[in-house]
């Protein structure tokens, strides 16, 4: 992740204000710039309160009431199709416009969209992980172990579905709360990022630099 640094005076110390993806990016633009950032940053409103009241209610049918899938999914097909069959009814009946399959679902469009914009973040992700993996940034190399093993231990304790909602809550809220108090954000992620560097640079002083390299051999010529 790309990270450009303003710094910030608050008179006795000068802190970075760290600017994730750069500045000259804004948010809605870095979440894809279509209908899913709309979602993200809540602009639609009704499509962003419909997904996570949906999605709310699927777990609390799953986890809280302990439904199984397939009746579940039986459950919904049947309330469906008695909605369907008396909406149809009544539109005869009144002369009502029959009930239509909702623009979301079948334009073609939406859908490309979804999957192109995860298919770039998942590329997106996959080289910055290759990169950070690889020791060209020492300092996220640890954060992200650090991360990774924080991840874990939380793991260890909620179920995957229980994960999978709190990853849900965090995209429907975190994206909006960074967009709308994003100056505040900035100057204590940069606090953070100096305490950080202070921390390895520490930790490179004391402990990396301290193991033992062997000569470098330099790559004959042919």
């Known amino acids: 992740m790309p990270i450009n640094k ?3 005076s608050d008179g006795e110390t000068t802190t970075p204000r760290v600017n994730f993806f750069g500045r000259e990016r804004p948010v ?3 979440l894809g710039g279509g209908k899913v950032a709309d979602v993200l940053l809540w602009r639609n409103q009704k499509l962003s309160a419909t997904l996570l009241f949906g999605v ?3 777990w ?4 809280v009431v302990e439904y199984n899938f397939v009746t579940l999914f039986c459950h919904i097909c049947i309330t469906t199709m008695l909605i369907v069959f008396i ?3 009544t539109a005869e009946y009144f002369g009502w416009n029959p009930p239509k399959i909702p623009e979301l679902i079948s334009n073609e469009d939406a859908f490309r969209e979804v999957v192109s914009t995860f298919h770039r973040r998942l590329n997106e992700l996959l080289r910055k992980f290759l ?9 996220y190399f640890f954060l992200v172990l650090t991360s ?3 991840i874990s231990v939380i793991g260890s304790i909620f179920n995957f579905l229980d994960l999978l909602f709190v990853g849900f809550l965090c995209m429907e809220t975190l994206p909006y709360l960074y967009a709308r108090y994003e100056k505040e954000v900035e100057y204590h992620a940069g606090q953070m990022t100096r305490k950080a560097s202070k921390m390895y640079q520490r930790f490179d002083s004391r402990v990396l630099n301290k193991i033992p ?3 470098i051999k330099e790559k004959k010529r042919t």
């Open 87 to 89: 909406r149809s009814i």
């Open 148 to 150: 990774l093993y924080i």
């Open 131 to 139: 990169h950070i993996a690889g020791g060209n940034d020492p300092l």
């Open 6 to 8: 303003s710094y910030v």
């Open 28 to 30: 809605h633009a870095i």
């Open 213 to 215: 390299r062997g000569p």
């Open 56 to 58: 709310t209610a699927i």
């Open 60 to 63: 609390y049918l799953f986890e």
